[in-house]
């Protein structure tokens, strides 16, 4: 199982960016994913994760309103739209992929078995 990731770059705050992880190695349909962020000496934290079965969204408070998660499982690609950046949204992003992962745990880093290998955002003032 492979997990890539892309779509980072350098953009003016208020601009928008949309990432992609595509999957490959078996069926993406019974994955949920998630990506999370890492900036500069922080912890890696979560931003978003799409269920697998009900593809419900779930966002961290910080990107509520702005950010967006989908998925297509025809292409194995799941997509995080990201509006209205701002400088504190720059970081690492990676995403992850699990087909164990239960609701209580979509936030823990250790609830996901495979990890791409990121992209950046950089987002200037």
């Known amino acids: 199982v492979q997990l890539q990731a892309s779509g980072g770059g350098l953009v003016q705050a208020g601009f928008s960016l949309r990432l992609s992880c595509t999957l490959s190695?078996?069926?993406?349909?019974?994955?949920?994913v998630a990506w999370f962020r890492q900036a500069p000496g922080m912890d890696r934290n979560f931003v978003a994760a799409?269920?697998?079965?009900?593809?419900?969204?779930y966002y961290a408070d910080s990107v509520k309103g702005r950010f967006t998660i989908s998925r297509d499982n025809a292409r194995g690609t799941v997509y995080l739209q990201m509006n209205n950046l701002s400088p504190e949204d720059t970081a690492f992003y990676y995403c992850?992929?699990?087909?164990?992962?239960?609701?209580?745990?979509?936030?823990?880093?250790?609830?996901?078995?495979?990890w791409g290998q990121g992209t950046q955002v950089t987002v200037s003032s």
């Open positions: 190695g078996r069926n993406f349909s019974r994955d949920t």
């Open positions: 799409i269920f697998r079965g009900t593809m419900r969204p």
């Open positions: 992850a992929a699990s087909t164990s992962v239960i609701l209580s745990k979509l936030q823990s880093q250790s609830a996901y078995a495979y």
